[in-house]
């Protein structure tokens, strides 16, 4: 299989050589150039594991790696995982399930596309020969994933900015107690903003980032999203047959990532009633399905804040496969976006793929609250933003991104009880080791180079 680019412009690549550029040169995004049916053989997938289904679904997709090195390298991404099923789902009723994705190394769904992404990564070191160094910037859960995915792999250096005292203690914690030496957490003065603004600076000298073979930690990776594919499919299978064209799945959504994963896979055979996209108070992907109207305005801190986001950057990707694989069309929205920084529709082949809600965080604490009376869940604050308008579905499966225990003060706050996990508490034992620096272009080079 190849991939190709949402802007049509780039000749198709291999699965390796996509994963490794991450951001198409023509500036889209990576897909395959067709979509595999797979809905006779998933079937067959019931009695998998997590990760031997994950292996028989990318063997469609990384046919460039070696099966017996493929299997090995998806086998050691889910083995660090605390739960034997990596993504179990949970019944509370009949007809109302979760599916619990915050069993990975810093607990929330993230690890299921890094940990992968950083064995990737890794065996392309070795395949090559050359080093890289790996920039991010984050305002929380990103840079904890991407560096425990990242953690100890060889050749691989990995710098991630945050803005000093704007992130989590327990966020700080998994970024700057990982004790190992290729690991660098860059606490800057000023805001998420400013340290995104010095990263793209960096990335755009193009001599300095060739020189060190400087590489982009992306939510937009191609990677990131056909891993996502599997926990779909894991969950599907795990309902009873009857029920599966029946379910609807409501997805925590802030850059549009993960509902998009799942609405692959169901163009791929997964059969599903609909797919419902849940924000909390930034609410653009609401606004889009509810109205046509997708145009950016700003971000308002929240209680669920790893879905703060206004550009849904996998959004395109939407767009494309909604089009009927358009690329000029694609592209052309994409510009027009680019300039008016909005986009109107009313067709209705895009606006009815997906229903959407919008919560405010004094709902999502009442959803808490009404979680644990009711059924004795514990959820955390972007899980709960899922659990609005779904009566009226048949059967439900709501994805849980993060675990409780990552947001303590919610918790606390709406049910009255402190929600721990013991890899959090065992990181508050730990040293705190960051590197303060100012958010400029030159302090971030200097210091990269400083570390070759
Ligand atoms: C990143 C994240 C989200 C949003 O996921 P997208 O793929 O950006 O839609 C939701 N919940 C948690 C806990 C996250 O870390």
């Not at 982009?216 to 996502?228: E, K, M, P, Y």
């Not at 206004?310 to 909604?322: D, K």
Request: glycine share 6%; aromatic share 10%.
């Amino acid at each position: 299989m190849k991939f190709v680019s949402t802007r049509g412009q780039v000749e198709p690549h291999s699965f390796s050589e996509a994963v490794r550029i991450g951001l198409a040169p023509d500036g889209g995004l990576f897909v395959p150039d067709a979509l595999p049916d797979l809905k006779a053989e998933m079937l067959t997938w019931e009695s998998l594991s997590y990760s031997e289904l994950c292996f028989e679904f990318f063997k469609h997709f990384a046919t460039d790696i070696d099966e017996a090195e493929l299997k090995e390298l998806i086998t050691r991404s889910y083995s660090r995982f605390d739960h034997d099923e990596c993504a179990p789902l949970v019944s509370l009723s009949d007809s109302l399930h979760v599916l619990e994705l915050f069993h990975g190394p810093t607990l929330a769904f993230k690890d299921f596309a890094l940990q992968f992404l950083g064995n990737l990564y890794e065996r392309q070191v070795s395949k090559r020969d050359e080093e890289i160094n790996v920039l991010g910037a984050t305002s929380g859960d990103t840079g904890a994933a991407a560096i425990n995915g990242l953690l100890g792999k060889k050749g691989v250096n990995i710098f991630i900015l945050y803005p000093d005292g704007r992130v989590s203690p327990l966020q700080e914690r998994q970024m700057t107690c990982m004790e190992e030496s290729n690991v660098y957490p860059l606490a800057i003065t000023g805001s998420f903003d400013d340290a995104q603004t010095a990263l793209k600076s960096v990335f755009g000298d193009r001599d300095f980032s060739k020189s060190v073979n400087l590489s982009a930690v992306n939510s937009i990776n191609l990677a990131r999203i056909l891993a996502q594919c599997v926990y779909y499919i894991y969950a599907w299978l795990r309902l009873p047959a009857e029920k599966r064209e029946k379910t609807t799945f409501v997805v925590p959504t802030g850059n549009f990532g993960n509902v998009l994963a799942g609405w692959m896979a169901s163009r791929m055979g997964m059969t599903v009633a609909g797919f419902q996209v849940a924000t909390n108070q930034n609410d653009i992907l609401h606004r889009f399905f509810s109205t046509g109207d997708y145009s950016v305005g700003e971000v308002h801190p929240s209680v669920a804040p790893s879905m703060d986001i206004q550009i849904a950057s996998n959004f395109e990707r939407f767009l494309y496969f909604s089009c009927g694989e358009d690329a000029e069309k694609t592209r052309g929205v994409m510009q027009s976006f680019k300039d008016e920084k909005k986009f109107v529709t009313q067709e209705s082949g895009l606006l009815s793929s997906m229903s959407s809600t919008r919560m405010d965080d004094a709902e999502i604490r009442e959803v808490i609250a009404d979680l644990y009376e009711k059924y004795d869940y514990v959820a955390d604050p972007h899980t709960a933003c899922g659990f609005k308008e779904i009566d009226s579905f048949e059967n439900v499966v709501v994805l849980a991104t993060a675990h409780p225990a990552k947001f303590p003060d919610v918790i606390k706050d709406s049910i009255g009880i402190d929600s721990t996990h013991k890899s959090l508490e065992e990181l508050k034992q730990k040293d705190i080791s960051k590197y303060p620096l100012e958010p400029t272009e030159d302090a971030i080079r200097s210091f990269i180079l400083s570390k070759q």
